[in-house]
């Protein structure tokens, strides 16, 4: 295996994921954060805005990402 292939399977494999599946895990976890940003830059200039919804989208993928592997979650989507 060459070495970049290497380095590219290194970490999804060690979180027990394929390549493909840990980017699908990334990619989601990057527009959830987006999402979030977007909601934290709204609601700086009109604070009655998304007023909780940074903060809930920030803790539930704290929570994904704590509880990662978990079978029921998976299947759950989350």
């Known amino acids: 295996m060459s070495s970049l292939i290497r380095l590219m399977v290194s ?38 805005c998304f007023e909780k919804t940074a903060s809930s989208i920030i803790r539930k993928l704290h929570d994904r990402i704590e509880n990662r592997g978990n079978a029921e979650q998976t299947q759950n989507g989350l």
Do not use: I, K, T
């Not at 599946?21 to 609601?43: D, K, W």
């Open 11 to 48: 970490h999804p494999n060690s979180v027990d994921e394929s390549y493909f599946e840990h980017m699908r895990f990334a990619l989601r976890f990057a527009g959830q954060l987006l999402a979030a940003a977007f909601c934290a830059l709204v609601h700086a200039v009109l604070p009655f």
